[in-house]
C-alpha cells in the first residue's frame, strides 16, 4: 500500500500536483478529497472524471494533513488529498442518495451491496446533508452484520447552511460516498477519543421528535440553554456547539450530541442525532487541552489490542467542536496521533464521526477524534 499525500490552495493547484506523480511505479486506484465549501465542486469534479482512480470526496469544517514531506497541519478553506496504491480488487465504491428520507433503506442498500462484493467487508462512509440521520443509517448496517464501520459527516465551514460529498462523477447534497474494503485483503484498526464531561443535574426530555428537541422538563429547549449558559438565542448554535447535550442511553451508556441549529419559532434545538422522550440528558463541558492526550492514548491502546498489525496510512475524523474549544492548539491533537502511527495522514472536521472499534451497539458519535488505520495484507 504506497499512498502520496497532496495539500492545495486550488483547483487547478490540485490537479497539478496529481498530474506531476510519477505513475511508473505508483498506480493510484483511490483518492481521498476533503475539500472547503469555498471551492467550485462542478469544476473540481469535471477536473477529476478523467482519472482511472476511485474519488472519495467531501466537503469539511476544516482539513487535515500528515506525512514527513508536508508534516503535520490543520488548514482551513483548503484541499487536501491522499492518493492511495492499493489492490483494486480489494476496494469498491459506492455515491447513494438518500430517498423520501429514509436512512433505514439507505443502510439497508449499502449494507446488502457491501456483502455482495465481500464476504467480509469494512466500510469508510462519509454522509452529506445537515439533517441526515446518521444514527438509523449506522443501526441498519450493523443489523445487516456489517462489524467495521468508520466515517464522519461532511461540513461547510460552520456555516450550516449546506454540506456535500462526491465520486468523480457526481455530487450529493444528502447522501453517502462509502469504500468497501476486503477484510480479508486489508487490516483495519479504529481508535475514538474523547474529552468532554457531563455539567450540572440531569433533566427530562419531555418533547422530542428524531434529532430535533423541543422540550426538557417541560419547558422549550432554547431556553435550557440560554438559562444555563447565559447567552442570548442568536448566540446559542455558536456558543452551544462547544457544550453538547449529554445524553444517558437506556443501557446506562452516555453519548454527547452536538447542537447544529435552532428552531426559533418554535423553541427548539436540532442535534447531529437522535434525541428520545424521556432521555435523561445534562450539558457537557470540554475538559480543555487534557483533551489533546487522549488522541494518542486511543490509538496507542488500539495498537496494543493488535500487536501484530503495522499501519500503512491513517484516516481522522475530528469533530469540529474540538477545533473550536483548542483553536490553534488543534494541530496539537493531530500531532499527538501522528506521534504514535507516523504514517501517511488524511482528515478533516467533521459534523459527526463514526466509529465501530468499542463494541457498542452505538458507533455514531459526536465531539470525538476517529482515526482509522489501514494496512494492505501481503500475499
Given at each position: 500500500?504506497?499512498s502520496?499525500?497532496?495539500?492545495?490552495?486550488?483547483i487547478?493547484?490540485?490537479?497539478?500536483?496529481?498530474?506531476?506523480?510519477d505513475i511508473?511505479?505508483?498506480?493510484?486506484?483511490?483518492a481521498f478529497?476533503?475539500?472547503?465549501i469555498?471551492?467550485?465542486?462542478?469544476k473540481?469534479?469535471?477536473?477529476?472524471?478523467?482519472?482511472p482512480f476511485?474519488?472519495v470526496?467531501?466537503?469539511?469544517a476544516g482539513?487535515?494533513s500528515?506525512?514527513?514531506?508536508?508534516?503535520?497541519?490543520?488548514?482551513?478553506?483548503?484541499?487536501?488529498?491522499?492518493?492511495?496504491d492499493?489492490?483494486p480488487?480489494?476496494i469498491?465504491?459506492?455515491?447513494?442518495?438518500?430517498?423520501?428520507n429514509?436512512?433505514m433503506?439507505?443502510?439497508?442498500?449499502?449494507?446488502?451491496?457491501?456483502?455482495?462484493?465481500?464476504?467480509?467487508?469494512a466500510?469508510?462512509?462519509?454522509?452529506?446533508?445537515?439533517s441526515?440521520?446518521t444514527?438509523r443509517?449506522?443501526?441498519?448496517?450493523?443489523?445487516?452484520?456489517?462489524?467495521d464501520?468508520?466515517?464522519g459527516?461532511?461540513?461547510?465551514?460552520?456555516?450550516?447552511?449546506?454540506?456535500f460529498?462526491?465520486?468523480?462523477?457526481?455530487?450529493?447534497?444528502k447522501?453517502?460516498?462509502?469504500?468497501?474494503?476486503?477484510?480479508s485483503?486489508?487490516?483495519?484498526?479504529g481508535?475514538?477519543?474523547?474529552?468532554w464531561v457531563?455539567i450540572?443535574?440531569?433533566r427530562?426530555v419531555?418533547?422530542s421528535?428524531?434529532n430535533?428537541?423541543?422540550?426538557?422538563d417541560?419547558?422549550?429547549?432554547?431556553e435550557?440553554?440560554k438559562?444555563?449558559?447565559?447567552?442570548?438565542?442568536?448566540?446559542?448554535?455558536?456558543t452551544?456547539?462547544?457544550?453538547p447535550?449529554?445524553?444517558?442511553r437506556?443501557d446506562?451508556s452516555f453519548?454527547?450530541?452536538?447542537?447544529?441549529?435552532?428552531?426559533?419559532?418554535?423553541g427548539?434545538?436540532?442535534?447531529?442525532?437522535?434525541?428520545?422522550?424521556?432521555?435523561?440528558?445534562?450539558?457537557?463541558?470540554?475538559?480543555?487541552?487534557?483533551?489533546i492526550?487522549?488522541?494518542?492514548?486511543?490509538?496507542?491502546?488500539?495498537?496494543d489490542?493488535?500487536?501484530m498489525?503495522?499501519p500503512e496510512?491513517?484516516?481522522v475524523?475530528?469533530?469540529c467542536?474540538?477545533?473550536?474549544v483548542?483553536?490553534?492548539?488543534?494541530?496539537?491533537?493531530?500531532e499527538?496521533?501522528?506521534e504514535?502511527?507516523?504514517?501517511?495522514?488524511?482528515g478533516?472536521?467533521?459534523?459527526?464521526e463514526?466509529c465501530?472499534?468499542n463494541?457498542?451497539?452505538?458507533?455514531f458519535?459526536n465531539?470525538t477524534?476517529?482515526?482509522v488505520?489501514?494496512?494492505?495484507?501481503?500475499v
Open positions: 500500500m504506497k502520496i499525500v497532496l495539500n492545495a490552495s486550488s487547478e493547484d490540485l490537479i497539478e500536483k496529481i498530474d506531476i506523480q511508473t511505479y505508483f498506480k493510484p486506484s483511490v478529497i476533503y475539500v472547503s469555498i471551492y467550485d465542486l462542478e473540481l469534479v469535471s477536473r477529476l472524471a478523467n482519472y476511485i474519488v470526496g467531501s466537503t469539511t482539513e487535515i500528515a506525512d514527513t514531506t508536508i508534516g503535520v497541519g490543520t488548514n482551513e478553506e483548503s484541499i487536501v488529498c491522499m492518493l492511495l492499493i489492490d480488487s480489494a469498491s465504491f459506492k455515491l447513494l442518495d438518500v430517498v423520501d429514509n436512512y433503506k439507505t443502510g439497508e442498500k449499502i449494507a446488502l451491496w457491501a456483502k455482495k462484493e465481500f464476504e467480509e467487508p466500510l469508510i462512509s462519509i454522509s452529506s446533508g445537515l441526515f440521520n444514527e443509517y449506522t443501526e441498519t448496517l450493523l443489523s445487516y452484520g456489517i462489524k464501520i468508520y466515517g459527516l461532511s461540513g461547510d465551514d460552520l456555516k450550516i447552511e449546506g454540506t460529498v462526491f465520486s468523480k462523477d457526481s455530487i450529493c447534497s447522501g453517502v460516498v462509502v469504500l468497501a474494503l476486503d477484510r485483503k486489508v487490516d483495519i484498526v481508535a475514538v477519543a474523547f474529552g457531563g450540572g443535574k440531569e427530562i419531555t418533547k421528535y428524531k430535533i428537541l423541543y422540550e426538557i417541560g419547558k422549550p429547549a432554547i435550557f440553554y438559562r444555563y449558559l447565559d447567552i442570548d438565542i442568536d448566540s446559542i448554535p455558536q452551544g456547539i462547544e457544550y447535550l449529554e445524553v444517558r437506556d446506562g453519548v454527547r450530541r452536538a447542537l447544529l441549529d435552532i428552531d426559533k419559532s418554535s427548539a434545538l436540532i442535534f447531529g442525532g437522535d434525541i428520545k422522550e424521556n432521555s435523561y440528558v445534562r450539558l457537557s463541558s470540554s475538559e480543555g487541552k487534557n483533551m492526550g487522549y488522541v494518542g492514548e486511543s490509538i496507542e491502546k488500539a495498537l489490542e493488535n500487536e498489525f503495522t496510512v491513517s484516516l475524523f475530528s469533530c467542536s474540538r477545533k473550536q483548542l483553536n490553534k492548539l488543534v494541530v496539537k491533537e493531530v499527538s496521533a501522528y504514535v502511527a507516523p504514517v501517511p495522514t488524511i478533516f472536521f467533521t459534523y459527526g463514526i465501530s472499534c463494541g457498542s451497539d452505538n458507533i458519535y465531539e477524534f476517529v482515526t488505520l489501514l494496512s494492505e495484507r501481503r
